[in-house]
């Protein structure tokens, strides 16, 4: 009965997580071919791949031995905080890479637009729970992080670390049993990053005046 009633309050954590990208992919993809189209692109892919690596990775641990001596509203307020930490990185990770790429492979460069457009993003996002504390966080790291970007090779080197990383940190599972499954976490995010990846350059047509 406690592991029924912990697994519908992690399916609840979810319920309001930024957009629902589960929905978008279903109902089909659209190709990219301006600003507006980029940014929703890696918002929806971004929480995509948070919300089933985070989910699944829970899911995975409550299945074998977790959580059953945690109180339960305390452990969705985990999931809660884990999620938007993730999130804010996976869309730094994202938009780096999607304008590195577009900048080596199309000749498109719009660096100076990013930090405006993650803000965008961040603030957006505030009417689903992000709060000021973690947009505020974020915003100020991506910020520090965008001198140190090489822009001709980012795409092409790793450019999911520190996603990877932030959903390792910040996963509300055991430390040590966090320590085991460290390789599986890492792989099963990359993995999801190179679906996006896959799908990025089949959906992207170019970047035209509209949704500047």
């Given at each position: 009965?406690?592991?029924?009633?912990?697994?519908?309050?992690?399916?609840g954590a979810f319920t309001e997580f930024a957009i629902n990208?589960?929905?978008?992919?279903?109902?089909?993809?659209?190709?990219?071919?301006?600003?507006?189209?980029?940014?929703?692109?890696?918002?929806?892919?971004?929480?995509?791949?948070?919300?089933?690596?985070?989910?699944?990775?829970?899911?995975?641990?409550?299945?074998?031995?977790?959580?059953?001596?945690?109180?339960?509203?305390?452990?969705?307020?985990?999931?809660?905080?884990?999620?938007?930490?993730?999130?804010?990185?996976?869309?730094?990770?994202?938009?780096?890479?999607?304008?590195?790429?577009?900048?080596?492979?199309?000749?498109?460069?719009?660096?100076?637009?990013?930090s405006v457009v993650y803000e965008n993003i961040l603030i957006?996002?505030?009417?689903?729970?992000?709060?000021?504390?973690?947009?505020?966080?974020?915003?100020?790291?991506?910020?520090?992080?965008?001198?140190?970007?090489?822009?001709?090779?980012?795409?092409?080197?790793?450019?999911?670390?520190?996603?990877?990383?932030?959903?390792?940190?910040?996963?509300?599972?055991?430390?040590?049993?966090?320590?085991?499954?460290?390789?599986?976490?890492?792989?099963?995010?990359?993995?999801?990053?190179?679906?996006?990846?896959?799908?990025?350059?089949?959906?992207?047509?170019?970047?035209?005046?509209?949704?500047?």
């Open positions: 009965m406690m592991m029924n009633k912990t697994l519908k309050q992690l399916e990208p589960l929905k978008k992919l279903i109902f089909g993809e659209k190709k990219i071919k301006n600003f507006d189209d980029l940014k929703n692109f890696v918002m929806e892919r971004a929480a995509y791949v948070t919300q089933v690596t985070l989910n699944g990775y829970i899911r995975t641990r409550i299945g074998v031995m977790f959580v059953k001596t945690l109180d339960d509203q305390s452990f969705v307020k985990s999931i809660e905080i884990a999620k938007w930490n993730i999130y804010v990185i996976a869309l730094q990770d994202l938009l780096l890479f999607t304008f590195s790429y577009i900048y080596n492979k199309h000749g498109i460069n719009e660096i100076e637009r990013l957006e996002q505030k009417i689903s729970g992000l709060n000021d504390e973690i947009k505020n966080k974020s915003l100020n790291k991506f910020n520090e992080r965008l001198p140190n970007i090489n822009w001709q090779t980012y795409f092409r080197q790793d450019p999911f670390q520190k996603s990877c990383q932030a959903f390792f940190y910040w996963a509300p599972i055991a430390e040590h049993l966090k320590d085991l499954d460290k390789e599986i976490v890492f792989n099963s995010m990359i993995n999801q990053w190179k679906n996006v990846i896959s799908d990025f350059a089949k959906l992207f047509e170019g970047i035209d005046g509209e949704g500047r």
